[in-house]
């Protein structure tokens, strides 16, 4: 289906439109299935498993934020994981598909190469390119490759008590925001020039102040100040 016909659907769904919904869940049951088979050998019947995964995908509908630039495939596939992973991980461990360890290797490996010849970290897009696959699947390995935890792990410590993992569990639409925040986020300084990147980065992930970003690179503290509210402007652009 072409995708502007999805986002139609969706925007239907949203308005209450039972159809649309129903179209949307019958277009997307192949993603849910091709999820689920990353799960076999679980103990559990696929059917079973793909009741929850379609709780994921009712989800994702409802819960699509069309301010993304990400196509509802792609939005879809954490959120359909996400289900599955809880329903299995109140049991027993979760164990990754083999398929999806090694497509996850091959993407880590193909990041850092294309990271510098592209003198930037790779899009999404970019990334399925190079490892011929789709963003969809890129997306499934990369979520099936992060190292399951203990709710009742540290999260963090200062020198206060201790906070739990269990502590910072608000809700899944929380979760499911950051995650997408993330992803805009990192396409949005994708595009940006490395200096334009260097200067989010000491700003913003390692709180230098202005004067010290303009010794590091080199300028002045004017300059630091007129290109950081230009590169700010510019990311917002990119997001939305």
């Known amino acids: 289906m072409n995708p502007n016909d999805t986002i139609e659907l969706l925007k239907k769904a949203k308005q209450g439109d039972s159809k649309a919904k129903d179209d949307l869940v019958s277009l997307n049951l192949g993603l849910v299935w091709s999820i689920v088979k990353r799960f076999n050998n679980r103990g559990y019947e696929p059917e079973d498993l793909f009741q929850i995964g379609s709780i994921g995908l009712l989800k994702a509908i409802e819960k699509f934020d069309f301010s993304y630039n990400v196509k ?41 190469t294309l990271t510098k010849a592209l003198d930037r970290e790779p899009t999404i897009n970019e990334l399925a390119e190079e490892i011929n696959t789709s963003p969809e699947e890129l997306v499934m390995a990369l979520e099936s490759s992060q190292a399951p935890v203990s709710l009742n792990d540290v999260a963090f410590q200062d020198d206060g008590s201790p906070i739990y993992y269990i502590d910072q569990i608000d809700t899944d639409e929380i979760h499911q925001n950051q995650w997408l925040d993330r992803i805009a986020l990192k396409e949005a300084l994708s595009k940006l020039s490395r200096q334009e990147r260097q200067i989010i980065v000491l700003r913003y992930f390692k709180d230098k102040t202005q004067m010290e970003v303009a010794r590091l690179l080199k300028i002045t503290q004017v300059q630091v100040s007129r290109m950081e509210k230009k590169i700010l402007n510019k990311i917002k652009e990119l997001i939305s």
Do not use: H
């Open 72 to 112: 509802f495939s792609t939005y879809a596939v954490p959120m359909i994981m996400g289900e599955i992973r809880r329903f299995l991980r109140d049991d027993r461990p979760v164990k990754v598909a083999r398929s999806l360890k090694e497509l996850s290797i091959k993407a880590q490996n193909a990041k850092e």
